[in-house]
Each structure stands twice: as structure tokens, then as C-alpha cells.
């Protein structure tokens, strides 16, 4: 990718927030909290990563990509 950006963790949490909103992957509860849906398949997965890694400029090692690593982002 070349350049290093640095994030701040609140960028990084809406930007990931923003990306698993346009994925439909969001749900807001009427005390306006955010829950994530558990119905996603492997190639709404692959998608996410990819534009994850896009957004960020970054690249997310195959071993960090098991669902165990991934269940909770907070």
C-alpha cells in the first residue's frame, strides 16, 4: 500500500460501523443501541474484509480470518 496512515480507535469503530451498516449487517434497537446480526454467509464475509482493507489501506493476514478471531470487535 506504500504510505502509513494512522487511525484514531473512534475512526476505526465508525468507519467499521459504517461498513457493516451498508452491508445491512446493523441493527439499532430502540434505545438506539447498535447490535450486529448474526446472519451473514462467507461471501458477505469476504466482502466486508475486502472493503475493510480498502477503507483502511491495510491487509488482513488469512490467519486472523477465522470466525472464533472475529466474533467480537469492540
Known sequence: WGMKIMYLRDEIK??????FD??????????NKVILCNDIDSIQV???IVEIEEKFQIEIPDTYLSANI???FD
Do not use: Q
Open 14 to 19: 465508525d468507519g467499521l460501523y459504517k461498513i
Open 46 to 48: 469476504i466482502s466486508i
Open 22 to 31: 451498508e452491508a445491512n449487517l446493523i441493527e439499532r434497537r430502540e434505545d
Open 70 to 72: 472475529m466474533e467480537d
